[in-house]
C-alpha cells in the first residue's frame, strides 16, 4: 500500500507541476518577459512545485528529516542525474548571455543552508530571510534584463511557446496544476513514510532519495526533451533556477509556515551539494559545454552518492 501511495504521488506531482509549468510559462510569455527571465522565473518555480508540496506536507505531518531531505536531495540529483541524464542524449552547448553568471549565485544560495542548520533547526526569520534574498533576486533578474540571442527565444518558443491557449485555459492549467500537487504530495509522503519505516532506513534517505527523485521528475522530463531539441539554454537555464527556488522559496517558505527542525545530521548531503554544484560551475565556467563523458561522470556521481546513502545510513 505504501508503494502504491508513492507511485501515485509521484504521478499526480509530475502532472500537476507539468500543467502548472506550462500554463505559468505561456501566461509569461504573453506578458513581455523574456525567454531566460521566464525560464529562470516561471519555469523554475513552477517545476520546483512538487519540492514546495512535499516540503510543506513533510513539515506539517510530522516528517522534517523528509522535507529537508527532499530539497538537498532534489538540488543534488538536478545537477547530476537530470543533467548528466540530458548531457548524454546530447552534449549540452549553452548560447545565453548570463547563465554563467547565474551559476555562483546558485552557489552563494546552497552555501548560505550551511549556517542555517548549524543550530539543528530552520526558524521563521531564517525563512522570512531566504524569501527576502528571492525578492531582491527577482528584481535583479527584471532590472537587468537584457536581449537574449535569437536562438535562445527559437528555443523557448519551441518548447512553451503555445501561442493558441488562451488565457482562461492557461489560467486553469495553473489551477489543476495547484490542485494535483496538494494531492500528490500528501499520498507520496505518506507513501514514503511508510516506506522508509518498512524497510528501516531513516525518513532522512528516502527524502534525499525517493521523494528527491519523485518532485525532480518534472525537471527531468522537460529537461530529456529539451536535450533531445539540442535547447541547451533551456535545460541549464531551468536547473539553475531550479536550484536557486528550491533553497529561496521551498527552504524559505516551508520555514516560514512552520519552523524545520534539523532531526538527523546533514553535513554529508550539504557538502555533496556544494561538491556538484562546483564541477557544474567548473564544466560551464571554462567553456559553453557539457560533454558527454562529464554528463555521464555526473550520472555514475549520483548513484554512488546514492549507494552510500543505503549502505550506511
Known sequence: MDFLLLILGIGLLYAGGEGLVRGAANLGRRLGLSPMIIGLTIVSMGTSSPELAASLVGVFQGAPAVAMGNIIGSNIANLSLVLGITGAIWPLTVAARFIQR?????L?????VFPLVWDAQVSRLEGGLLLTILVVYLMRLLWR???????????????????????????LLVI???GLLVAGA??????????ARALGVGERVIGLTVVAFG??????????????RKEGDIVIGNLIGSNVFNILFILGATAAARPISVVEPVWFDLIVMMLVSLVVWRCFGTGSRLSRVEAVGLVVGYWAYVLVLFIWH
Do not use: C, N, Y
Open 102 to 106: 547565474e551559476v555562483p549565485f546558485m
Open 108 to 112: 552563494l544560495t546552497s552555501a548560505l
Open 145 to 171: 534584463r537584457e536581449p537574449e540571442k535569437a536562438e535562445v527565444s527559437a528555443e523557448f518558443d519551441e518548447a512553451f511557446g503555445d501561442r493558441w491557449r488562451s488565457v482562461g485555459i492557461s489560467l
Open 215 to 228: 518532485t525532480s521528475l518534472p525537471e527531468l522530463a522537460s529537461s530529456v526533451v529539451a536535450a533531445a
Open 176 to 178: 489543476a496544476g495547484i
Open 186 to 195: 500528501q499520498a507520496l509522503i505518506q507513501g514514503a513514510v511508510g516506506l
